[in-house]
């Protein structure tokens, strides 16, 4: 009788196509991640709140999360990304890599006019950080990056495209209140996707009622992640 490891399936391999650099960079910034994830004290996080704990952490999206993302953005021809929370840029470059293979594409066949991935960050210093990071993959990779510093309520006012894709990797209050910004932006099959809804049910509360109401315009699937993700498909 064959065992259960006998009849697993072999992991596929990563579908991200990237040149060696970017690749080599972002298993380095994984594994830092990792590493500043396993160290993170339950003390320490209850002495000072677990989002002034965080404030300087090195903690990306998950490696097989940021690559569904990059799927996700090839599957529907993403050319307008908006990202809530770019923290140290790592998922940015997820997303700016399929937006430009999506240009790239759209482009050879004659049409298209353009891509942007519109990364969002509060804290100066993961700002300054992920600006490093996008200068060694190159402008060619992440010249499509418009990076908006600053309180997300205001940076997203104005200024917004027609918008494939929504990213919600942010502090769990204002995940709602970006949603509503970008709402009206949505073209019809945007899709959102929202990070750590299992793990932080809770405080996603107040977003995943809104999106699950029927009258919402949006199609929602929780899927089985490492503490969950949402993603969301806007059908008005």
């Known amino acids: 009788?064959?065992?259960?490891?006998?009849?697993?399936?072999?992991?596929?391999?990563?579908?991200?196509?990237?040149?060696?650099?970017?690749?080599?960079?972002l298993d380095k910034l994984h594994r830092l991640s990792r590493?500043?994830?396993?160290?993170?004290?339950?003390?320490?996080?209850?002495a000072v709140g677990f989002d002034n704990y965080m404030?300087?952490?090195?903690?990306?999206?998950?490696?097989?999360?940021?690559?569904?993302?990059?799927?996700?953005?090839?599957?529907?021809?993403?050319?307008?990304?908006?990202?809530?929370?770019t923290s140290f840029g790592v998922s940015t470059i997820y997303l700016a890599l399929a937006v430009?293979?999506?240009v790239k594409r759209a482009a050879s066949g004659?049409?298209?006019e353009g891509g942007v991935v519109i990364a969002t960050?509060?804290?100066?210093?993961?700002?300054?950080?992920?600006?490093?990071?996008?200068?060694?993959?190159?402008?060619?990779?992440t010249g499509c990056i418009e990076l908006r510093e600053g309180d997300i309520r205001e940076t997203l006012k104005e200024g917004l495209?027609?918008?494939?894709?929504?990213?919600?990797?942010i502090w769990t209050?204002?995940?709602?209140?970006?949603?509503?910004?970008?709402?009206?932006?949505?073209?019809r099959g945007a899709v959102v996707v929202a990070d750590n809804t299992i793990g932080s049910a809770s405080k996603y509360k107040d977003l995943l009622e809104y999106m699950r109401d029927p009258g919402s315009g949006f199609r929602n699937l929780t899927l089985p992640y490492t503490n969950g993700m949402e993603m969301s498909v806007y059908m008005p």
Request: with cysteine; hydrophobic share 35%; aromatic share 4%.
């Open 110 to 112: 004659g049409e298209g």
């Open 55 to 85: 404030r300087d952490k090195f903690i990306a999206l998950d490696r097989d999360k940021a690559e569904f993302l990059y799927q996700l953005c090839l599957a529907i021809g993403a050319t307008r990304v908006v990202e809530a929370g």
């Open 121 to 141: 960050e509060y804290e100066k210093s993961k700002a300054d950080k992920a600006r490093q990071h996008w200068k060694e993959v190159g402008d060619e990779l």
């Open 1 to 25: 009788m064959a065992s259960s490891a006998q009849n697993r399936p072999t992991p596929s391999p990563s579908p991200v196509r990237a040149p060696p650099h970017v690749l080599s960079l």
């Open 35 to 46: 590493e500043q994830e396993d160290a993170v004290q339950a003390s320490e996080v209850e």
């Open 161 to 169: 495209p027609e918008i494939d894709l929504l990213l919600l990797d």
């Open 100 to 102: 430009c293979e999506n």
């Open 173 to 187: 209050p204002m995940a709602l209140p970006v949603l509503k910004l970008c709402q009206p932006r949505m073209r």
